[in-house]
């Protein structure tokens, strides 16, 4: 069965610092999509990045970057030279015939 | 703003009651999806609709239905409320029929079941 798995609820980064927020899967289809969403204190689902589970190189969008490690079933989001507009809940998904959220990371930045 | 409206904002009602959740897509996008968010649950995919028709069903409840009309607008009825009923439900769109990782989301309905 379809699994995703974030095993880091909360976190705390200094300004500036590079943030790597975990996300492992478990999927028995070949085909599948592994992807990003945040969500602010606002509330809106805002997506980030996208990673295709036959893509060779790992996705980058801006300062987000995804670690795809196939073996390991990993799909670590890497967000370099945080920012305080950072700070929101983080949400690893998976995407195969329909689509599962994990519990999210709630990311802080200190100034 | 993604595009996605969703009403009404915010929504009180009793158990037992029924009551109706409404989106309209963004622009040009034929698929329209809804989720539920509570904090025991997290987000939950229930149902997408492309152009009309059901595409695909994930952890939708008997109680709950939705469907999507000619103008694109979808409607999730939700009905037989019990308290753990009670969340956030978006709406997102995307343009084609399979299940899309680009969605946009709707600001969603806050639900309060007492």
């Known amino acids: 069965a379809q699994k995703i798995t974030q095993t880091q609820p909360g976190m705390f980064v200094q300004e500036k610092e590079a943030v790597t927020l975990d996300c492992t899967y478990d999927?028995?289809?070949?085909?599948?999509?592994l992807f990003w969403y945040k969500q602010p204190s606002s509330g809106e689902m805002i997506f980030l990045i996208y990673?295709?589970?036959?893509?060779?190189q790992n996705a980058t969008e801006g300062r987000y970057s995804l670690n795809f490690q196939k073996a390991r079933k990993s799909a670590n989001l890497v967000i370099s030279a945080s920012q305080l507009g950072d700070s929101a809940m983080y949400f690893c998904?998976?995407?195969?015939?329909?689509?599962?959220f994990g519990k999210g990371t709630r990311l802080h930045i200190l100034p | 703003d993604s595009g996605v409206t969703q009403t009404p904002k915010h929504l009180i009602t009793a158990t037992g009651q029924r009551v109706t959740l409404r989106c309209s897509p963004r622009?040009?996008?034929?698929?329209v999806y809804w989720y539920q968010q509570s904090l025991d649950q997290g987000l939950q995919f229930l149902i997408q609709?492309?152009?009309?028709?059901?595409?695909a069903k994930g952890n939708i409840l008997e109680r709950f239905s939705a469907q999507q009309f000619p103008d694109l607008h979808s409607e999730l009825n939700l009905s037989s409320l019990e308290l753990g009923d009670s969340a956030l439900y978006f709406c997102?769109?995307?343009?084609?029929?399979?299940?899309?990782?680009?969605?946009?989301f709707g600001p969603g309905t806050r639900l309060t079941v007492t």
């Open positions: 990673q295709g589970s036959y893509d060779q």
């Open positions: 622009s040009g996008d034929l698929s």
């Open positions: 997102a769109s995307s343009v084609g029929p399979l299940i899309s990782y680009e969605q946009y």
């Open positions: 999927t028995s289809d070949p085909s599948y999509g």
């Open positions: 998904a998976m995407r195969d015939d329909k689509i599962i």
């Open positions: 609709y492309y152009n009309g028709e059901e595409r």
